[in-house]
């Protein structure tokens, strides 16, 4: 239930395509929730199915049209009532722990190979967390700008602290696992001096 809830989290904000839809989905939510357009366009299709969604064909170039996608109010109950349920949490698949629990079995360098590309991965997704934060708190933030501007005054302020509060986290987490993955290292050179 998670992508339909993510796409509606994009959509009341206001009316979009699938494409403008997977533009925007990269570039905020996918940031929480991965999903290529090969699952964003069947969801659309089943939340138009649902009733959550209406859709219309606009205009695009000189012949053809487009679908762009409302959220209708059963959308907007749908998505408030996921919103006030809490979380059912999935049970977890986390490759790089699980390869970490069998690290005797690869070649020392292999080990170190796989740790440094761990702490890599998390130092990019910092870096970007790290610039998202930055263009929160300094106004710059389109998506969140788009947001702000469909949002009553009263509640601007709670809107932007809460997306902040959501890229704190991701900090948080990525900075977990870059030190956990620098221990690593530091065991595996402690192992196989």
Sequence with gaps: MSLPNALLALLVVEPMTGYDLHKKFESSVGHVWHAPDSQIYPALKRMEANG???????????RGTKRQYHVTAAGREAFTSWMNTPLEYARTRDPAHLKAAYLEWAEPEAAREQLRAHIDHHAGLLEQWRETVKEIEDGTSTMLNRRLAHTSAADQEKTRAYKLFTYEGLMSQAE??????KRGLTLIDRLND
């Design 52 to 62: 959550l969604l209406e859709g219309e064909d606009i205009p695009w170039g000189p």
């Design 176 to 181: 977990a696992e870059i030190a956990w993955a």
